[in-house]
């Protein structure tokens, strides 16, 4: 098993950066059903790989924009996410939420829009580290996550609270 604490994470270099991006409003979150491509069957948030010459929150938008066919208007970053997988693959993440967007949700042939409340969330549906940092996220508090994933599967994590520093397992 791959522990987080058997990767140096100061020298770590990702293969791929990507976003994902939330919508919040009135205790409600939306959410994509995945049709295709890395992570298709789950829910989780518009988000993708980083285009050359792309800003992190430039990618953020566009990916939103292209899955859900809505520009967010107020995104703001809340968290980091590093995974590492034994296959070697690894992705560096940045979360972002916002609470206001143009245009209506619409399927596209990337995923389908759903809304679900805050409490209903799809957890037995969505990637196995989700209900680990999906809190603080909601809350709207800081967070950085590091995982490991065997395929599918999650073999380890920790949470740390940038303020303070304080891990989590």
């Known amino acids: 098993m791959q522990k987080v604490s058997d990767i140096d994470w ?4 990702p293969k791929e950066r990507a976003t994902l991006l939330f919508i919040q409003q009135e205790g409600k979150l939306l959410l994509i059903d995945k049709k295709r491509g890395f992570g298709a069957g789950y829910f989780n948030a518009p988000g993708g790989r980083m285009e050359p010459g792309e800003t992190i929150l430039e990618c953020a938008v566009r990916e939103t924009q292209e899955e859900l066919c809505i520009t967010p208007l107020d995104p703001v970053h809340v968290g980091t996410l590093m995974f590492q997988f ?3 693959h690894s992705i560096h993440g940045e979360v972002f ?3 206001e967007f ?3 949700p619409t399927e596209t042939d990337e995923a389908v829009p759903h809304w679900f409340h805050i409490d209903e969330l ?3 549906n969505m990637w196995a580290d989700d209900p680990i940092w999906y809190p603080k ?3 709207g508090e800081k967070f ?5 994933f065997e395929n599918k599967t999650m073999l380890d994590h920790e949470l740390i609270d940038p303020v303070t520093s304080r891990c989590g397992h």
């Open 10 to 13: 100061d020298q770590w270099d």
């Open 97 to 99: 939420t916002a609470t």
């Open 144 to 148: 950085i996550g590091r995982f490991t």
């Open 86 to 88: 034994t296959d070697g």
């Open 102 to 104: 143009e245009g209506t």
């Open 122 to 124: 799809p957890y037995h």
């Open 137 to 139: 996220m909601i809350a």
